[in-house]
């Protein structure tokens, strides 16, 4: 018989057996109370050998759970695995015992340099992906039916539909017993999972014998080292194989000719919420929040968690009084005890807190489950732990620049003309340019100008092993990022990946890395033909352009790309336009309005030869707005750019759009599609037509006339159209619309020029906003004058002198 089918005691024969559930509190309680009775030599954990050497970082000062030991391919770092551990998980339990008591704590489970690679060939087989059940077990769908979830095997067993109920009652609920009781749930747990296994063997999955097989030649190689005073922490699942007697030739055997890769271990930080998904090694608990209560209650814990989901709510402003609390709980109480449970569990103390606190509402509810019932907690790894340079150097930056990750979602907004909040925005840049998606650009509620930054931030366990990808890149987080550039550049496929990767490196500030970029960008540009494809790419440039002015960053080669695409695009658009159908119209009418606004920002760039680009630019706009060949959407939208630029005046924007809708030659369809371009796209064109009583007419006009045949292919057009506006705007319209021509929107004025509106500018009361303008741009009255007098023409003189 061998050492590991010897039942018994530490101090006996055989080891210690003590299956567990992972991350299940009331395991985490019986394996210390077990430790604490049998005083073991030796503690052997299910997890990877690999990470033996930092164990001794579990009691480390800066050490907080939840945590998960991450490893990786050497060789790919994107193939990994996690092994997470919460505070209550029975793992991490064991291994602080051995620790403080000065007990060798070792993992004794299949090392993972086989199971990375085995997860690779699996992955290049295709088949089926390793997911965990709810006791955290090794699942499959083959077999008898009884591996899928052994937990809900058993609570049908008792005669529960619900199995996390079941062992909330059995386990969660069950105190750890009279002294000399400490084995006892780990004896009747291995009954069960020992009848399970015999009716379904390892359920068809071939990985579970061959770990088993691992652990028992290790359990057998601690005991000789220790003389058989040995403690083992795993899976209940695992118990009965571990029992099981066999020979070491057999399980050497089982583990012959298992592929290899080389692999790296290492502590990061892990949060309650991923614990809370099924992914990953011993995950899938539906409340890590609810379990870390259980475990950390000293007593009491229905009412210490009452006080806590009363304290959150009260910090939301919602009215909770003590006279809540109380009545939660014994609310709770009377619930458990007409559904016949010892204790009130999740489920009576959710009923609870819905019913009293939250008077039947399901939105606070919901906040209780977000920050209590999962939580948002991150944990913390020390200095200490292995890392790749490249993560050493971000935990510097991070550090140094007072910008902590959390688990917990938070909105950053930046002054970039700031030192330190420059330098955060190129920090989040550099990491998006390295797929480290820790921030995400958000639109600011401060300012719409490009001195201010508004950022989403959170942070994943995921992005860890992001940076450990990322580490090929380079040893720091500006170097990686300027590699990976410089590689994105050479990789692009179209000019417009090409102008946003421009776009981006400017925003990193990755000086390096522009001219690489720059050759690229050029080369790309002088061989793209396509006008859309211009003129999706100029719009990034522009905005570069603009970047350099707060950053302090040189964009004098962008200038003169940006030059080049303009002057393109000016000669291919007109041919381009021509002959489009609706859809492509749609597409190009965009185009239009991106290079619309490039142009207006680039006239101003600091580049030579852009003095008559508006101009030239208006005189494309022309042609387009006057050739029949160019499709009805995009003549009306040319129409009304150049309206909005001052380059044509009412008189003959209301003559085109005359000549379009009255012509008889002008099928109804396409008179939608000019009126559609030239006041729709969300571009203020319904104010336009409640101000305009001569554009309002002629609309009104052709609309009445439009023949009733074809009134029904017109409408989606102009319901389209007419839909984007405000509902104000409508609203207006519709009133206009039915009080007739002639009637005032509001009190007539004597003398007016339209009804509702003065003859003339009310310069008294445009006075009266100047204060407002000043304060707003930080302005007084001599330093605007000054702007004002400056040969540029500052935009916030302009703005000034617009509001007198």
């Not at 006996?12 to 003590?18: A, D, E, K, S, Y």
């Not at 945590?67 to 793992?91: I, K, M, N, Q, Y």
């Not at 340019?433 to 366990?461: C, I, K, M, N, Q």
Request: aromatic letters at 4%; proline letters at 6%; glycine letters at 12%.
């Amino acid at each position: 018989m061998s050492d590991v089918d010897r039942p018994g005691g530490v101090r006996g024969t055989g080891p210690l057996l003590l299956g567990v559930r992972h991350h299940g509190p009331g395991s985490a309680r019986a394996v210390r109370a077990a430790l604490e009775e049998t005083r073991p030599e030796a503690v052997l954990v299910e997890g990877p050998p690999e990470a033996n050497d930092l164990i001794p970082l579990a009691v480390h000062e800066d050490m907080r759970p939840p945590v998960a030991l991450l490893a990786h391919a050497v060789d790919e770092p994107g193939r990994s695995a996690f092994w997470p551990l919460a505070g209550f998980s029975p793992e991490w339990v064991a291994i602080r015992w051995a620790l403080e008591h000065g007990v060798p704590a070792r993992f004794i489970d299949l090392p993972a340099v086989h199971s990375l690679a085995w997860s690779k060939e699996e992955e290049a087989e295709g088949g089926p992906e390793d997911r965990e059940t709810a006791d955290g077990e090794r699942a499959s769908g083959a077999g008898a039916g009884v591996r899928i979830d052994p937990l809900a095997v058993l609570a049908e067993a008792a005669g529960y539909d619900d199995a996390e109920r079941w062992w909330e009652d059995v386990v969660e609920h069950r105190g750890v017993g009279e002294k000399g009781e400490a084995l006892a749930p780990f004896t009747a747990l291995e009954e069960a999972m020992t009848a399970l296994r015999e009716e379904g063997g390892s359920g068809g999955h071939d990985r579970d014998p061959v770990r088993e097989a691992y652990m028992r030649l290790q359990i057998r190689a601690a005991q000789r080292e220790f003389g058989g005073g040995v403690a083992v922490v795993c899976g209940a699942w695992h118990v009965p194989a571990l029992r099981r007697r066999t020979t070491v030739t057999a399980d050497r055997a089982l583990l012959k000719g298992l592929p290899k890769v080389r692999a790296d271990m290492t502590w990061v930080p892990w949060t309650n919420r991923r614990l809370s998904r099924f992914s990953g090694y011993g995950a899938g608990i539906t409340s890590p929040g609810w379990y870390g209560h259980l475990f950390g209650a000293v007593d009491r814990p229905v009412e210490r968690w009452m006080t806590k989901v009363a304290g959150l709510l009260r910090a939301e402003d919602r009215i909770v009084s003590s006279a809540h609390v109380i009545e939660a709980v014994r609310l709770a109480d009377a619930l458990a005890a007409m559904r016949g449970r010892p204790l009130p569990g999740l489920g009576e103390t959710t009923d609870a807190v819905r019913a009293v606190m939250c008077e039947g509402s399901d939105v606070p509810l919901a906040l209780v489950h977000d920050r209590l019932v999962v939580g948002d907690v991150l944990g913390e790894v020390p200095a200490a732990a292995p890392a790749v340079p490249l993560q050493r150097d971000l935990t510097r930056t991070q550090r140094r620049l007072r910008l902590k990750p959390e688990a917990a979602e938070r909105e950053l907004e930046l002054d970039l003309r700031k030192e330190t909040d420059g330098e955060r925005s190129r920090l989040l840049h550099r990491l998006r340019l390295l797929a480290v998606d820790w921030g995400e650009p958000v639109a600011s509620y401060g300012s719409t100008g490009t001195f201010r930054e508004a950022w989403r931030l959170r942070w994943e366990p995921e992005l860890s092993v992001r940076v450990a990808e990322a580490g090929i890149w380079g040893t720091t987080v500006r170097a990686a990022a300027t590699a990976r550039a410089e590689a994105d550049a050479e990789a692009a496929q179209g000019l417009a990946d090409v102008t946003g990767l421009a776009e981006r490196c400017l925003l990193a500030e990755l000086p390096d890395a522009l001219p690489t970029v720059m050759r690229i960008l050029a080369d790309r540009a002088a061989l793209d033909s396509d006008v859309g494809h211009l003129a999706r790419a100029l719009p990034a440039l522009v905005r570069s352009l603009r970047y350099g002015d707060v950053r302090g960053t040189g964009s004098g080669a962008l200038a003169e790309v940006a030059a080049g695409l303009a002057e393109r695009i000016l000669v291919g658009l007109p041919p381009a336009c021509a002959g489009l159908d609706a859809d492509a119209a749609d597409e190009m009418r965009g185009h239009l309005d991106a290079v619309h606004g490039a142009v207006g920002l680039l006239g101003d760039a600091p580049a030579p030869g852009h003095g008559d680009l508006r101009t030239r630019w208006a005189s494309v706009l022309r042609t387009l707005a006057t050739r029949d060949t160019v499709p009805g959407v995009i003549r009306g939208r040319s129409v009304r750019l150049l309206l909005d630029d001052g380059e044509l005046a009412h008189d003959e924007a209301a003559r085109q759009m005359g000549l379009v809708l009255s012509s008889p030659g002008t099928a109804p369809a396409d008179a939608a599609a000019w009126i559609e371009g030239f006041v729709g796209g969300g571009s203020g064109g319904g104010l336009l037509l409640v101000h305009d009583e001569r554009l309002r007419g002629l609309v009104d006009a052709w609309l009445t006339g439009v023949p009733a045949e074809a009134f029904t292919d017109v409408l989606p057009l102009l319901r389209r159209t007419f839909s984007a506006y405000e509902s104000g705007v409508r609203r207006t319209l519709g009133e206009l619309v039915r009080r007739g021509p002639g009637a005032p929107v509001g009190p007539a004025t004597a003398g007016c020029g339209a009804p509702g509106f003065a003859a003339g500018l009310d310069t008294a009361r445009a006075d009266a906003v100047l204060p407002v303008v000043r304060l707003l741009l930080g302005l007084d009255e001599d330093r605007a004058a000054a702007r004002g007098g400056e040969g540029g023409g500052g935009a916030c003189a302009g703005l000034v002198e617009a509001a007198r």
